[in-house]
Structure formats: structure tokens, C-alpha cells
């Protein structure tokens, strides 16, 4: 005999791990695989403590203030400091933070900000195309007003891109409350996404070339 | 009847005179115990090498992406998916010695199957990573398989490109099936036959336990019509499917009905002329003159006298219909192919693939070896050629401002002298550690075999 009698049981051994295997896989790949893992939590150090929860909430100070390309352009861009120094030439000045942004400011160079949200370039994004037909920041970034550092909270994966793509109408509000994170719509989101979506004449298209051209 | 024709010494792949049994397994077996053959040393190196050198450009391309190939638009497709479709043609000749061949009870096939299903099984291999690479981003071939993703986006199922995946992969499994099925019996011949542990564990493992019971052949006979039955239409379908990479695209030359039957002619010759070529070249080498006989070649060059007419039907109907459909575009890609900047290409591929082909009307021609192998040689070529031609359709596309001279670069020119490293590697272990012939198949059809042999039969 060249094996020994054990090893009768060795396919059945080797059909059930190979059964563990696969499940382990397939379950790795769906969980951290996927750019809910990935992506989503993406908090990276600012070089300078600024706190959107202070300035954006406590203060109040609307996203369009800093952010002032967001209905503009593709970018809703970061301000630069002169921005900052509207207020911080008056404002908390001998904090040692506000030196850092003075004495950019004063060398005319910009603060090195870490990027939070980032798609890959192949991928083609425009803040005004969606801003201009009622879908909030919150929608995409969360409640910012409540970060102290902005950290990322959807996937940005091209799946939830198309998510909303397909169905928009319970991310459309009306224009004005855009940069309103913490408004609350009364009644069915849809059914006044959908009022919203006339009145804009929202179509959001799914065909590869809006996004990737 | 067809037993009469195996009783027929010069027919059947008998390997002794005498009909013992013993000696047959003894023959074949030979080669994988025999201790080291020189000079299958030396090829395993030299092929070992060229397969570490296709490794190496595609570890290059890898890093620089596919700009190292010499393609671009127009031509996108160029050397890589010539040799991914000429590969796969060789690598059909496989299937159907084994499948269709054995249903229709062609016992002749037992001299090659095994050995042109080895060879069918590394073609595919090497058919394969031309795609894989041309894909350019090697890292995410699997998009081709439909799996849940985070683009929420599935392969396009209209999409011919698709299709050959799945053809490809089918075949490529069921051709490793069939053809390990019909090696069970003789891996346990092998096993039994060891004297050393080792060789026995291994032979061992992969005999799967056979005893070689009659309950075992039963059920082995059963599955390997199965098989059989699966891989036919397999057979066509392949090389239907590749030809329709090209034909459901709508470019002039391409767009044309004949591709799927041209392509299966054209496979089917191609694979016959490489089970050719390297069945003269082991039967030199491993002195299996007994087995493979000068009747099996010469079945095999009508085979190719056949399906090379017909492909030299299929190019002279291609020109018709280009004539006959009145369209500019078709008569100018025709014309163009024929007689323009690649003319070249269209008469080698019309010399080697119509007409040298057609010396296999005469006997002498086709009894002699030397020639056939020449012969063999010139159609590899021309069956080279023939993609190149259709590829290079792409030169001269719609927008004239593009057009272009299509050149391959060295790094083109060596992954494909590469790939016969990876053929030759597997191809040469093959030789050494498997059975070259089904061992129980030869038995099955040397006339002592025959219930009404007569030695068994008294009365």
C-alpha cells in the first residue's frame, strides 16, 4: 500500500478548507476590499488646527465664505489665507496656530493643507453641476459643521456615484439650504426631491462619459 | 469493417510485432524512468531560458505598461492578439483528435491524442497571456469576470470580448479534464511500476486510487464519452467566438459572416500542422516509429490538404463578396489587404496556407517525411501570417489622417519567441514525467485486443 488508510479522508479534508478558503476570500474582499473600508474614515493631520466645527458651526460662517468656488467651478476649492486674515489680523492673534497662517500670509506662500477627498483622475467631478440643482454638501461630506478635522464619510466609489445617479430624487432640496447641513426635510425626502427635481430639471446621466471623458 | 482495418498491421499504432502486452507498457513507459536524456536537458534549458525571457518583458511591460508593444491607435491590436489568436488555433487540433475523432470511433487518434491534447492544453496557456497583458492594466484582468465590484458595474454581456473569455476558459478546463481523465489509468500503471517511494506518492496522488477493476473502466469509459461529448461542440464554438472579435466589430474586412467557419477551418489547420511538426520531431527523438506510424501522418496531411482548401475557399470568397457587396469600404480594405503597404504579408500568407498545401494531393508528397514536415513549417508561417493580415486591416482605418505603418518592437518580437519557451517547458516535462501515448488505448486497439484475435478465439 502506498498510503496509509488516513488518508481516505484527506479529499474530504481538503473540499471542506478549500470551502473555508473561499468563503474567507470572498469575505475579505467584500469587507476590506471595499472602499466603505477604505475610504470612508480618512482623517488626515492638518498643518494648521483649524476646526470647521468651530468656524462652520459655532460661528456660523457659510461654506460658500471660504469655499466660494463650490457654485463656480468643478473645485469648491480651500481658501486661501486671505480669507483667513479677515478675521485672524483682529481675532485670537497670539495663538500660536494663527502665527503659522500669518506668517504665510506675509511670505505670500499658501499653507500646505492635506487633501482629504480625492478621485482618481480618470474620473471626472463637478461641485456646481450638483450644488446648482440642490444636492447639499451634507450629502457627500456629512456633517462637516460637526468635525472638528474633516474626515471622509462616503466611499467616493463610482457605485455610490451612480447610486444617486440613478435615484437622486432623496438628495435634492432646494438651493437655498444647500450649505444647511443640519436641515431636515418634513415628510417624504422623495416626494419634495421630486418637486425640487422639476423645478431644477435634474437628469443625472449614468453613461460612461459623464464622468469619465 | 473497422476491426478489419485494425487487424491491418500498417493501420493499427501497434508498437511490437510479437503483441505482448508488456512490451507496450514497457515502451512507453520508458521515457519517464529512465534516469537523464542529454539532450533533453539541453532543450529544457533552452527553452527555460526563453521563458524566463518572456517573464522578464512582461515583468518590463508591467512596469512601463504597454507602450513597449507597438501598438497604438488605429492599430490597438497588433502582435499580441495575432499570437493570442494563433495560439489558440494551434491549440485546437487537440479537441478534436480526442473528442471528435474518438466519437467517431477513429481508433487511428490513440498513436497522437494524447500528446496533441498536451499540446492543445500549453497553446491555450500561451494563447492566454497575450490577452491577459494587452489588457494594459494586467493588475485588473478580473474585471472580465462578472464579480460584484465597486463600480457596480458588470462586463458587458453584448460585447464579443466577453464572450471569448468565457469560450477560452471553458475550453481550457475541459480540454485539462479530458485530458487528465484519460491519464488516470496509465498514472497508475506509472505508480505501480515505481520502485521508489517518492515516485510512487507522486504517481500516487494524482491515479486518484485506481485499481483498475472493472467497475473503475466502467465508469471511466462513461466519463470519457461524457467528456467527449462536451468538448465537440467546443471545438467549433472556440474559434467561432475569437472569429467573432472581430466579425461583430464594424470594421471593413472584419465584418463579414464567413469568419466563424473560416476560423474553425483555419484552427483545425493550424493544430494539425503543429501536432505534425512535433509528432516527427518525438518520434525521431524517442523512437516511437512503431506507434505513430507513416499511416497517421499521412491522415493527418489530408486533414490539412482539406481544411487548407477550405481556407483557401474562405480568402477567395472574401475578395468575391468584397466585389460583389457594391460597398467601397469593403472592396478598398480587400484590395488594400492584397495589394497595399502590406502586401507582403497577404502573399505569404496565400503561398504557405493555399498553395504549398495543395502538394498533399500527391501521395509521395504525403508519405514523405521530410516534406511534411517542411510543409508543416510553411503552414505554422502562413497561419501566422493570416492574423497578421487580418489584424493590420486596422492600419488603414476611417480617418486617413491616422494612418500609419504598424511596426512590432523588439520587445513584441521577443514575448513571442518567449511564449515558445513557456509551450517548450511544459511540453518537455510533459515528455519526461507523463505517457507520451495512452497506454491502455494502444492496447485496446492491437488486434490481439479483438475477442475474435486468434490466439484467444479457438474455435
Redesign the interface.
Given at each position: 500500500m502506498?498510503?496509509p488508510k488516513w488518508t481516505n479522508r484527506v479529499p474530504a479534508i481538503l473540499v471542506a478548507s478549500l470551502g473555508v478558503l473561499a468563503c474567507f476570500v470572498v469575505f475579505a474582499f467584500w469587507y476590506w476590499g471595499?472602499?466603505k473600508h477604505y475610504v470612508v474614515g480618512y482623517q488626515p493631520v492638518q498643518p494648521v488646527a483649524y476646526s470647521h466645527k468651530l468656524h462652520a458651526g459655532q460661528l456660523g460662517l457659510d461654506c460658500r465664505y471660504c469655499h466660494f468656488n463650490v457654485e463656480r467651478g468643478r473645485h469648491a476649492g480651500v481658501p486661501p489665507t486671505d480669507v483667513c486674515m479677515n478675521c485672524h489680523t483682529l481675532v485670537k492673534t497670539s495663538s500660536p496656530e494663527i502665527q503659522k497662517i500669518r506668517e504665510a500670509h506675509e511670505q505670500g506662500v499658501p499653507i500646505k493643507w492635506v487633501r482629504v477627498h480625492k478621485l482618481p483622475d480618470f474620473a471626472y467631478f463637478d461641485h456646481s453641476a450638483h450644488v446648482n440643482k440642490g444636492v447639499s454638501c451634507v450629502v457627500c461630506h456629512g456633517r462637516v459643521d460637526q468635525m472638528d478635522e474633516v474626515r471622509v464619510v462616503a466611499?467616493l466609489?463610482?457605485?455610490?456615484c451612480?447610486?444617486c445617479h440613478r435615484n437622486p430624487a432623496p438628495n435634492i432640496r432646494d438651493k437655498k439650504l444647500i450649505t444647511n447641513l443640519a436641515w431636515k426635510p418634513e415628510g417624504d425626502p422623495a416626494e419634495l426631491g421630486k418637486q425640487f427635481m422639476d423645478k431644477y430639471n435634474v437628469h443625472p446621466r449614468t453613461d460612461c462619459s459623464t464622468c469619465h471623458r | 469493417m473497422i476491426l478489419h482495418r485494425d487487424d491491418d498491421p500498417t493501420k493499427r499504432p501497434v508498437l511490437v510485432e510479437s503483441g505482448d502486452f508488456h512490451e507496450v507498457t514497457q515502451i512507453i513507459s520508458a521515457p519517464t524512468e529512465t534516469k537523464f536524456n542529454l539532450t533533453w536537458g539541453i532543450l529544457l534549458l533552452l527553452s527555460g531560458s526563453l521563458l524566463c525571457l518572456m517573464l522578464g518583458l512582461f515583468g518590463y511591460l508591467f512596469w512601463e505598461g504597454t507602450g513597449v508593444w507597438g501598438v497604438n491607435v488605429p492599430v490597438a491590436w497588433g502582435w499580441a492578439i495575432v499570437n493570442f489568436v494563433w495560439w489558440i488555433g494551434i491549440g485546437h487540433a487537440g479537441t478534436l483528435i480526442s473528442a471528435i475523432l474518438f466519437l467517431f470511433r477513429q481508433r487511428w487518434r490513440t498513436a497522437i491524442n494524447r500528446f496533441s491534447e498536451a499540446m492543445t492544453i500549453f497553446a491555450v496557456m500561451c494563447a492566454g497571456v497575450f490577452p491577459a497583458f494587452h489588457v494594459g492594466r494586467v493588475w485588473v484582468v478580473y474585471y472580465i469576470f462578472p464579480l460584484p465590484n465597486q463600480m457596480s458595474a458588470w462586463p458587458n454581456t453584448r460585447s464579443p470580448l466577453f464572450w471569448d473569455v468565457f469560450a477560452v476558459s471553458t475550453y481550457f478546463t475541459v480540454s485539462v479534464l479530458f485530458w487528465y481523465m484519460g491519464l488516470i489509468p496509465d498514472l497508475a500503471t506509472l505508480r505501480d511500476r515505481s520502485v521508489s517511494k517518492i515516485r510512487q506518492m507522486a504517481y500516487g496522488i494524482f491515479a486518484l486510487g485506481w485499481r483498475g477493476s472493472a467497475r473503475h473502466w466502467q465508469n471511466y469509459e462513461r466519463a470519457y464519452l461524457i467528456l467527449a461529448a462536451i468538448s465537440t461542440p467546443l471545438v467549433l464554438s472556440v474559434h467561432s467566438i475569437v472569429s467573432f472579435d472581430f466579425a461583430v466589430s464594424k470594421v471593413p474586412g472584419w465584418h463579414t459572416t464567413i469568419f466563424p467557419p473560416y476560423f474553425v477551418a483555419g484552427a483545425v489547420f493550424s493544430g494539425f500542422a503543429l501536432v505534425s511538426t512535433l509528432l516527427i520531431i518525438a518520434r525521431e527523438v524517442f523512437g516511437l516509429k512503431q506507434v505513430v506510424r507513416l499511416h497517421h501522418l499521412d491522415n493527418m496531411n489530408k486533414f490539412m490538404l482539406l481544411t487548407g482548401s477550405l481556407v483557401g475557399y474562405a480568402y477567395a470568397m472574401e475578395l468575391f463578396i468584397a466585389w460583389y457587396s457594391g460597398s467601397i469600404y469593403e472592396r478598398f480594405a480587400f484590395y488594400h489587404r492584397a495589394l497595399g503597404d502590406y502586401w507582403w504579408a497577404y502573399a505569404s500568407m496565400v503561398t504557405c496556407n493555399v498553395v504549398i498545401p495543395q502538394l498533399f494531393w500527391f501521395k509521395k508528397i504525403r508519405h514523405s517525411i521530410p516534406i511534411t514536415f517542411i510543409i508543416t513549417i510553411f503552414i505554422n508561417i502562413g497561419m501566422w501570417f493570416e492574423r497578421f493580415v487580418i489584424v493590420i486591416t486596422l492600419h488603414a482605418d476611417f480617418l486617413p489622417s491616422s494612418w500609419g505603418y504598424y511596426k512590432p518592437t523588439w520587445v513584441d518580437i521577443w514575448t513571442y519567441v518567449g511564449t515558445f519557451g513557456l509551450f517548450g517547458t511544459f511540453f518537455l516535462l510533459f515528455l519526461k514525467f507523463l505517457p507520451q501515448l495512452a497506454i491502455a488505448e494502444v492496447k485496446g486497439v492491437m488486434p490481439e485486443a479483438n475477442p475474435h484475435h486468434a490466439h484467444t478465439a479457438h474455435h
Amino acid at each position: 500500500m502506498v498510503f496509509p488508510k488516513w488518508t481516505n479522508r484527506v479529499p474530504a479534508i481538503l473540499v471542506a478548507s478549500l470551502g473555508v478558503l473561499a468563503c474567507f476570500v470572498v469575505f475579505a474582499f467584500w469587507y476590506w476590499g471595499s472602499p466603505k473600508h477604505y475610504v470612508v474614515g480618512y482623517q488626515p493631520v492638518q498643518p494648521v488646527a483649524y476646526s470647521h466645527k468651530l468656524h462652520a458651526g459655532q460661528l456660523g460662517l457659510d461654506c460658500r465664505y471660504c469655499h466660494f468656488n463650490v457654485e463656480r467651478g468643478r473645485h469648491a476649492g480651500v481658501p486661501p489665507t486671505d480669507v483667513c486674515m479677515n478675521c485672524h489680523t483682529l481675532v485670537k492673534t497670539s495663538s500660536p496656530e494663527i502665527q503659522k497662517i500669518r506668517e504665510a500670509h506675509e511670505q505670500g506662500v499658501p499653507i500646505k493643507w492635506v487633501r482629504v477627498h480625492k478621485l482618481p483622475d480618470f474620473a471626472y467631478f463637478d461641485h456646481s453641476a450638483h450644488v446648482n440643482k440642490g444636492v447639499s454638501c451634507v450629502v457627500c461630506h456629512g456633517r462637516v459643521d460637526q468635525m472638528d478635522e474633516v474626515r471622509v464619510v462616503a466611499p467616493l466609489s463610482m457605485g455610490w456615484c451612480l447610486e444617486c445617479h440613478r435615484n437622486p430624487a432623496p438628495n435634492i432640496r432646494d438651493k437655498k439650504l444647500i450649505t444647511n447641513l443640519a436641515w431636515k426635510p418634513e415628510g417624504d425626502p422623495a416626494e419634495l426631491g421630486k418637486q425640487f427635481m422639476d423645478k431644477y430639471n435634474v437628469h443625472p446621466r449614468t453613461d460612461c462619459s459623464t464622468c469619465h471623458r | 469493417m473497422i476491426l478489419h482495418r485494425d487487424d491491418d498491421p500498417t493501420k493499427r499504432p501497434v508498437l511490437v510485432e510479437s503483441g505482448d502486452f508488456h512490451e507496450v507498457t514497457q515502451i512507453i513507459s520508458a521515457p519517464t524512468e529512465t534516469k537523464f536524456n542529454l539532450t533533453w536537458g539541453i532543450l529544457l534549458l533552452l527553452s527555460g531560458s526563453l521563458l524566463c525571457l518572456m517573464l522578464g518583458l512582461f515583468g518590463y511591460l508591467f512596469w512601463e505598461g504597454t507602450g513597449v508593444w507597438g501598438v497604438n491607435v488605429p492599430v490597438a491590436w497588433g502582435w499580441a492578439i495575432v499570437n493570442f489568436v494563433w495560439w489558440i488555433g494551434i491549440g485546437h487540433a487537440g479537441t478534436l483528435i480526442s473528442a471528435i475523432l474518438f466519437l467517431f470511433r477513429q481508433r487511428w487518434r490513440t498513436a497522437i491524442n494524447r500528446f496533441s491534447e498536451a499540446m492543445t492544453i500549453f497553446a491555450v496557456m500561451c494563447a492566454g497571456v497575450f490577452p491577459a497583458f494587452h489588457v494594459g492594466r494586467v493588475w485588473v484582468v478580473y474585471y472580465i469576470f462578472p464579480l460584484p465590484n465597486q463600480m457596480s458595474a458588470w462586463p458587458n454581456t453584448r460585447s464579443p470580448l466577453f464572450w471569448d473569455v468565457f469560450a477560452v476558459s471553458t475550453y481550457f478546463t475541459v480540454s485539462v479534464l479530458f485530458w487528465y481523465m484519460g491519464l488516470i489509468p496509465d498514472l497508475a500503471t506509472l505508480r505501480d511500476r515505481s520502485v521508489s517511494k517518492i515516485r510512487q506518492m507522486a504517481y500516487g496522488i494524482f491515479a486518484l486510487g485506481w485499481r483498475g477493476s472493472a467497475r473503475h473502466w466502467q465508469n471511466y469509459e462513461r466519463a470519457y464519452l461524457i467528456l467527449a461529448a462536451i468538448s465537440t461542440p467546443l471545438v467549433l464554438s472556440v474559434h467561432s467566438i475569437v472569429s467573432f472579435d472581430f466579425a461583430v466589430s464594424k470594421v471593413p474586412g472584419w465584418h463579414t459572416t464567413i469568419f466563424p467557419p473560416y476560423f474553425v477551418a483555419g484552427a483545425v489547420f493550424s493544430g494539425f500542422a503543429l501536432v505534425s511538426t512535433l509528432l516527427i520531431i518525438a518520434r525521431e527523438v524517442f523512437g516511437l516509429k512503431q506507434v505513430v506510424r507513416l499511416h497517421h501522418l499521412d491522415n493527418m496531411n489530408k486533414f490539412m490538404l482539406l481544411t487548407g482548401s477550405l481556407v483557401g475557399y474562405a480568402y477567395a470568397m472574401e475578395l468575391f463578396i468584397a466585389w460583389y457587396s457594391g460597398s467601397i469600404y469593403e472592396r478598398f480594405a480587400f484590395y488594400h489587404r492584397a495589394l497595399g503597404d502590406y502586401w507582403w504579408a497577404y502573399a505569404s500568407m496565400v503561398t504557405c496556407n493555399v498553395v504549398i498545401p495543395q502538394l498533399f494531393w500527391f501521395k509521395k508528397i504525403r508519405h514523405s517525411i521530410p516534406i511534411t514536415f517542411i510543409i508543416t513549417i510553411f503552414i505554422n508561417i502562413g497561419m501566422w501570417f493570416e492574423r497578421f493580415v487580418i489584424v493590420i486591416t486596422l492600419h488603414a482605418d476611417f480617418l486617413p489622417s491616422s494612418w500609419g505603418y504598424y511596426k512590432p518592437t523588439w520587445v513584441d518580437i521577443w514575448t513571442y519567441v518567449g511564449t515558445f519557451g513557456l509551450f517548450g517547458t511544459f511540453f518537455l516535462l510533459f515528455l519526461k514525467f507523463l505517457p507520451q501515448l495512452a497506454i491502455a488505448e494502444v492496447k485496446g486497439v492491437m488486434p490481439e485486443a479483438n475477442p475474435h484475435h486468434a490466439h484467444t478465439a479457438h474455435h
